[in-house]
């Protein structure tokens, strides 16, 4: 009996010009990072049942909506990672570097999901024999970054998708497109950014300033898109987004008063931003290569704040729990 592992498997991603429609075999090449999983995958018809007088077993049974959804695991490497932004900020403006959005500020992330619909591909070797399972009309909704102490930047995509119609999952004659694949020419993962690669500042009231001592820092960005039907397909049509939602947190050795002393103030005086402008700026930066990035998170308020730690011999830590209004990646990739 043959069990089949990750090592006969392959991951990999497009982005579609029209909802639902797969582009072509050469541009399903990017991979989203270092170590990357498959960590769910499910498939949904809605069955739903019809009943029969003078009986009590169901009589017919007939299907729905198809829908589906998809999470992916991965660690951020230095070199590709970054074209996942594509998928909730639309195409980069600039190369060196690529900015998601080209500007900070309202208005600037996109209203729709034309263009940044993603098709998956995924692959199993079953000897002789492969499986394909190719994921039409993906849609981010929640793109996630964390990292803390002694760990990598891992990074989480959860997507929904509205069509899978291929007619043949399991093929002969032919085997999986590798990772290492050059023909068509994959991503191949650069450099892993960790804990160690990583700095932020935070406003306290003048300007951006270094935190030191930071545990663990997360950041979501959910685009809560939903999938739309219409009469005559299974399948989804297209997809919209809803309110676009950037949030985290992080915690860091409790060092003054200044962020505790703006949550007492949202009470007290109506403050409502800790800062107009940038607020907290994350940066990863490969000293090796010279490679970067850069997340600027604009006009942010503290949802709440937690103190740990207050105990004989103990440090003390402070969390901070953030919502921002919009924000900007800035990704260097030139060595």
Request: glycine share 8%; hydrophobic share 35%; net charge negative.
């Amino acid at each position: 009996m043959v069990i089949y592992t990750g090592a006969s498997t392959s991951l990999m991603y497009g982005y579609e010009s029209t909802f639902g429609t797969a582009p072509a075999a050469s541009a399903l090449t990017n991979t989203f990072g270092l170590n990357q999983k498959v960590t769910s995958l499910s498939l949904n018809t809605n069955r739903f049942q019809l009943n029969k007088l003078g009986q009590v077993e169901p009589t017919k049974y007939a299907y729905g909506q198809q829908s589906g959804s998809c999470s992916v695991g991965f660690v951020f490497d230095d070199s590709h990672s970054h074209k996942i932004f594509k998928s909730v900020y639309g195409t980069a403006s600039g190369t060196a570097p690529f900015l998601y959005p080209a500007a900070l500020g309202q208005t600037n992330a996109p209203t729709g999901v034309t263009g940044n619909s993603i098709t998956t591909q995924i692959q199993l070797q079953t000897g002789a024999d492969k499986l394909t399972r190719t994921l039409n009309g993906c849609i981010v909704n929640s793109l996630g970054l964390s990292t803390s102490i002694g760990e990598p930047v891992n990074g989480t995509v959860d997507m929904s998708f509205g069509k899978e119609t291929t007619a043949a999952v399991k093929t002969s004659i032919s085997s999986i497109t590798e990772q290492t694949s050059t023909s068509p020419a994959v991503d191949q993962g650069g450099i892993p950014y960790t804990f160690a690669h990583g700095l932020v500042k935070v406003h306290n009231g003048s300007a951006l300033t270094a935190v030191a001592e930071v545990q663990e820092f997360d950041i979501t960005f959910a685009q809560n898109a939903e999938l739309l039907y219409g009469l005559n397909s299974h399948t989804a049509v297209d997809a919209y987004r809803r309110i676009f939602d950037i949030s985290g947190r992080f915690r860091a050795a409790f060092k003054d008063e200044k962020l505790i002393q703006y949550v007492i103030d949202q009470s007290r005086l109506g403050t409502e931003l800790l800062t107009s402008g940038v607020g907290i700026e994350l940066t990863f930066t490969n000293a090796a290569g010279n490679k970067s990035l850069k997340i600027e998170l604009n006009e942010l308020s503290v949802a709440d704040h937690s103190v740990s730690g207050i105990e004989p011999a103990e440090p003390v830590f402070e969390e901070i729990s953030w919502s921002c209004k919009s924000a900007r990646i800035s990704v260097d990739t030139t060595a």
